[in-house]
DNA sequence: CGTCGTACCGTACGTAGTACGAAAAGGCTA
DNA sequence: TAGCCTTTTCGTACTACGTACGGTACGACG
C-alpha cells in the first residue's frame, strides 16, 4: 500500500546496484549478476513480460523470495538487465570513433550497432520509460557515439541532439521490427500471408474510392516491401535523409 | 489455456467491431462505443494499465463480464481505443495539405498534430505493436497525412517512406516526453530537483574523467535545456533536420 | 559450543484477464 | 395471457503476477 509504482525504481539503489561490486556470492551461489543474466535469458527468448520474479527463480534453482534479497525489486532488476545489455556493445577496438567515413561513418555504424541490440534483445523495447538509469555501461555508451561528431563543427548541445535524433529513429524502426516479428510469431502468419488472408476482408469493409492516396501509395509500398512495413529500409532510408540533414547544418558553417 | 496471447487481437474480430455499426443498445444501454470512450477517458487519466475491464465496467455502472458480450477481449478493446484516438486529428477543414507552406508546411502540421496527440493520449505510446489494425479513422489519417507529399517528386514508396520517418520521429520524441513526464509524477520531483538531489551520488560513483567528452556534452546539454533532455527541442530540431534531407533528395531530381 | 546476523523461502494478499454456466429480460407465437 | 427461446447480464473461479511478512536455517565468530 505504499506510494511506490513498481514501475519506478528507486534510483539511489540502482544506482548502488549499478555501480557497486556487487559480488558476495551468499551460500546458495546466487548473485546479483547470474540473476540479471537470467532474467534477460527469459527476456531474449520470451519478452519481458515474461520475465516474472517466480520464472527468473525457477530458472535458478532458488526460492522467488531468495531474489529479494539481492534486488530491491523487479524495476531495479529491469535497470541492471538494460544497463547489462548495453554492455556488449562497442569492444574498445570497434569504437564508433574508429570507423572509417568520418562522423558520417561513424554514426552509421552506431546505428547498425544499435539495431543489432534491439535485435538480440527485443525486449529493450518493452522497457517502460522514464529516467534513463545511468549505469556504467550507458555512460560508456554514450561517451563512445558522441565522439565521432566531436570537433566536426558541432555545439556541444547540436552533438547531443543530433545523437538523439539518429538513436531515436533506430529505436523507432526497430520498434517497428519488433511488432512485426512479434504480431509473426503470434500469428503464425508471415506478413504476406497475413495480407493475403485480410485484404479481401479489408477490400469488402473499406471503400477505397474514399482513399485515393492511400490506396494507390499503401499498395505500391506493400508491393515494393512484401508486407505492410520493412523496418531494413525504413532505417536505412530514415538514416540517409537525417544525416544528409545533418551534413547540411554542419556545412552551413 | 488456449493459445491465443492475450497481446494479440483477433484481427477479423477487430475490422468488423471497427468498420461494422456497432450500435444495437443492448438492455442495459451498454454500447461499444460506450465502453471505448470509458475506456479511453481511464486511460487519459491514469494510463493504459490503468484500463482494467473490471475498472472499465465500474465506471459504467454494469458486471466486469458484461462487456465480453460487446468485445471480445481487452486486445480488441484497445484497438478500437487507438482507432477512435485517430478519430478527432483532423477536421475536413483542418487537413495536413490544406496548410501554407507547401509539402514542409504540411510535414510541420502533420507532426505538430500527431504531437498534440501524444500528448493528449499518452496511453497510445504504450500499446502493444504488432500489426496495426488497420480502422477507419488510421485509414483516414494516413490519407490525409500523405497528401501534402503527393506531387512534389517523390515516388509512391518514397511518400510512404517520408511520412513514415516523420511519423517515427514524432512518437520517438513524444514518448520521451511522455517518459519524463510519468518519471516525474512518479518521483513526485521535476527534472533540475532530481538531478540537483542526484547529481552529487552520481558524481561520487562515476569517474567523469573516463567520459571526457561525455560529461563536457552532457553537461552543456542538461544546462541548456533544464534536465536530461527537451522533447520539444528533440521535435524541432530533429524535424528541420529531416525535412531538409527530404528536401535535398526532392532537389536531387 | 552457543550466539547472532544474514540468506533463504513458504504463505498469503490484492491485482489482472477471462472461461464457464446460471439467471434474467425481452420478443415471439399460440 | 401463457409458454418458449434468444440474447444479455454477471457471479464465481482459475491462473499468474509482484511482493509484504514472518519463520527457518546456515556460516562465522566469540
Not at 574508429?98 to 561513418?105: K, L, S, V, Y
Not at 563512445?144 to 555545439?155: C, I, K, N, T
Request: charged share 25%; proline share 5%.
Amino acid at each position: 500500500m505504499s506510494g511506490k509504482r513498481a514501475s519506478e525504481a528507486d534510483p539511489a539503489r540502482s544506482l548502488a546496484l549499478l555501480w557497486g561490486s556487487h559480488s558476495r556470492p551468499g551460500r546458495s551461489g546466487l548473485t546479483v549478476r547470474a540473476i540479471v543474466e537470467a532474467a534477460i535469458g527469459i527476456a531474449d527468448a520470451d519478452g519481458l513480460d515474461a520475465v516474472s520474479m517466480r520464472r527468473v527463480a525457477e530458472r535458478l534453482g532458488v526460492g522467488t523470495m531468495s531474489l529479494y534479497t539481492h534486488v530491491p525489486g523487479k524495476a531495479e532488476l529491469t535497470d541492471l538487465m538494460v544497463d547489462t545489455a548495453y554492455g556488449r556493445l562497442y569492444d574498445d577496438v570497434d569504437a564508433p570513433s574508429a570507423q572509417p567515413g568520418g562522423w558520417r561513418g561513424g554514426m552509421e555504424f552506431v546505428a547498425a550497432r544499435n539495431r543489432d541490440l534491439y535485435r538480440r534483445h527485443p525486449w529493450m523495447l518493452q522497457v517502460p520509460g522514464g529516467r534513463p538509469a545511468l549505469g556504467p555501461n550507458a555512460s560508456l555508451k554514450y561517451e563512445a557515439e558522441l565522439r565521432p561528431l566531436d570537433g566536426v563543427g558541432l555545439s556541444d548541445v547540436e552533438m547531443d541532439s543530433v545523437l538523439a535524433l539518429v538513436l531515436t529513429h533506430v529505436e523507432g524502426t526497430a520498434r517497428l521490427g519488433a511488432g512485426m516479428a512479434r504480431a509473426q510469431r503470434d500469428s503464425g502468419m508471415s506478413e504476406t500471408e497475413w495480407w493475403t488472408v485480410n485484404a479481401p476482408l479489408l477490400d469488402k469493409v473499406m471503400d477505397a474510392s474514399r482513399f485515393p492516396v492511400a490506396s494507390r501509395v499503401g499498395e505500391a509500398a506493400g508491393r515494393e516491401h512484401q508486407g505492410a512495413a520493412d523496418p531494413a529500409h525504413a532505417l536505412a532510408f530514415g538514416l540517409a535523409r537525417i544525416l544528409d540533414g545533418v551534413a547540411a547544418l554542419i556545412a552551413g558553417r
